[in-house]
């Protein structure tokens, strides 16, 4: 596998565990120690996945020579 697979499955996996998170703070009467720690979890989760996600914003910056524009959705 290589590095690039390696990083998306990683944001994939992240994401996987967020929704898991989401989905049992939702769905179980949790007491408040253990939905601050699912929160916790949550927000650390969040930080990992915007760490990532501005990596790879980077990594294509430099790949065009920082000539991105913005998108312009078609009406």
Do not use: H, R, W, Y
């Not at 998306?8 to 601050?36: G, H, P, R, Y």
């Not at 720690?37 to 930080?47: P, Q, V, Y």
């Amino acid at each position: 596998m290589t590095n690039k697979n390696s990083k998306k499955q990683n944001l994939t996996d992240m994401l996987n565990n967020l929704d898991a998170i989401v989905e049992q703070m939702e769905s179980e009467q949790l007491d408040l120690e253990k939905s601050l720690a699912l929160f916790e979890k949550g927000i650390s989760i969040i930080k990992d996945c915007q760490k990532s996600l501005t990596q790879a914003e980077q990594k294509v910056k430099l790949l065009t020579n920082d000539k991105l524009k913005d998108f312009e959705p078609e009406e």
